[in-house]
Each structure stands twice: as C-alpha cells, then as structure tokens.
C-alpha cells in the first residue's frame, strides 16, 4: 500500500486550495489510515480489479485503492478536489499515478465509462449515497461487489429484512441486486470534519445471476408504490400502479392481498411485477 495521508496532511491540503467542507457535497474526509486499510482490506479488491470510487475528496482512500486494484476510476464533483487529487497521487504515490483516472463530475450523471469497473469502494457523502448506489449498480452491471462507507443508519435501512420497522425501498432495491450486509460500525474521530452521527460499511455482493428475467423499472415501480403508503394495505398501495387491477394481480401471484409492502421480500415482489405483465398481456 502506498503511504497514506494523515490528518494534518489532509488539513494542509484543504488549506492550500482554500477549502472549506461543504455539507451540500456532504464533505467528511477520512483522516485515520488504520480506517482507510480497513476499508480496503475488506472491500476484497485485487489486481484485477478495474475499481470505481466516489467522492474521493482529499485522496485518503484513493491512496489505499490505486496499489491493491488493477486501475482506479475516480468521480468528484467539487473542481478544486478534482484537480487537487492527480498532484496528491504524483507526490504520494507516483508509481500508480498512471492507473488513475479523475472524472469532475456529478455521479448521478454517469451512464458510461471507458473500462466498466467491477467494484465500488467509497466513502459516500451522506446526501446521495442511496441514489449513488442504485444508480451505479443499475448502470453497470460489471460491479459485481460493493463496499462504501455511508450513515449508520442508512446502512441500517439497507441491510434490514422484511418486517423490521426501518425495511423500505432501499432495502428491497439493494436485494435486487445482491446480498446486503452491515460489515462494520465507523466512529467520528476519523472524520474531518467530525460528521454529528455514526458511519458504517455496507456490503453488497451481487447475485451471479439475476433473480429474474424482468423489467428493473416496472419491479422497482412496484416496490416504490408499495411503501409510498406504507400503511395502506398492497390492494390500496399498488391500486394507481396495477391500473386499477391490485387485488386480480396480487391474486395472481400468490401474495394475500390484505399484507403490506413491508411484509414481502424482494422475490415477492418480483412475483407481483411478473404478475402484472402476465394479466397485461391477456
């Protein structure tokens, strides 16, 4: 691994572009390496690992991705950070600096990129790091692991199964994609600035093969209609959905109507959008 920033590197480096961290890019930068290797030991990413990373901001983990992945492809949004990073990885690691791509924009936007990477380590910014995960993993289907740093209770939400009160759309979504797991819980004090609530690893390792053969968009419209109201019953909560057509859908996939969308796992759901398309294409 190459050598990692410390804290009052990572300061200095903020002072020398005049920057100061923004919470509307949710600007929380890594400054304890042991959390860094940490973090790149249990992403298990190896030399041939084409990885993506999100929000690099200063290069905390960026220092400890480039040595251990085949190429590194990273995305920020904030021009200072992005032209400061390829300096910081030329002086710090500059045998890897060639592996290094640094793309200045919003990953939101991101729909192709020249190498599809297989994996995503990052530290998320709290705002987005739901919609940053999902809209990645929908774009590209080559990441076949996911190891990102976000907000503990997010986390929570995201590893959580059904019939837990904090089960929801970013948990069903998740499983689409893979198994979801909580790795660890991550402190305060090695942030700067220190965020006001606990990080965590969430872990997402994607199915070999996908549960089904069905649209993305109609399931997770589905699984989106189904917790929009989250007390209703699914005859009431997917009605404007199925078209009127709730109760004859769930019937038709074996779900009793009289659950809840926070009662079902991901399989059911993907029943209850085969379903539809089945009645549909009467």
Do not use: C
């Not at 691994?1 to 919470?23: F, Q």
């Not at 872990?203 to 419209?221: G, N, Y």
């Not at 709730?246 to 009793?256: K, M, N, S, T, V």
Request: proline share 6%; net charge neutral; aromatic share 6%.
């Amino acid at each position: 691994m190459s050598e990692l920033l410390g804290a009052s590197e990572i300061r200095s480096l903020a002072a020398s572009i005049d920057l100061k961290p923004t919470k509307i890019w949710g600007q929380n930068f890594v400054i304890d390496a042991n959390t860094v290797r940490f973090i790149v030991k249990h992403s298990g990413i190896t030399e041939n690992d084409v990885v993506l990373e999100v929000g690099p901001g200063l290069g905390s983990l960026t220092l400890g991705l480039l040595p251990a992945s085949k190429s590194l492809t990273v995305i920020e949004i904030d021009p200072k950070l992005a032209d400061l990073l390829p300096i910081t990885i030329n002086k710090k690691a500059a045998e890897f600096s060639g592996n290094l791509t640094v793309l200045q924009t919003d990953a939101l936007t991101i729909k192709e990129l020249a190498v599809p990477p297989t994996a995503l380590v990052a530290n998320l910014p709290y705002n987005v790091s739901v919609p940053v995960i999902i809209h990645l993993l929908t774009q590209f289907p080559s990441i076949n692991r996911v190891l990102v740093m976000v907000q503990s209770e997010v986390a929570d939400r995201l590893a959580a199964g059904p019939g837990s009160k904090i089960y929801g759309v970013p948990s069903v979504k998740a499983r689409w994609f893979g198994k979801v797991q909580k790795v660890a819980t991550i402190g305060k004090n090695v942030f700067w600035p220190a965020p006001n609530i606990e990080s965590a690893l969430i872990l997402i390792e994607r199915h070999q093969t996908p549960l089904a053969d069905i649209a993305q968009s109609e399931l997770f419209a589905a699984i989106d209609a189904a917790f929009g109201q989250r007390r209703k019953m699914l005859r009431s909560a997917l009605n404007s959905w199925a078209n009127g057509k709730a109760e004859q859908i769930l019937i038709h996939a074996g779900i009793d109507p009289t659950l809840r969308g926070e009662e079902l796992d991901v399989l059911d759901f993907v029943k209850i959008a085969k379903a539809k398309s089945e009645i549909e294409g009467v």
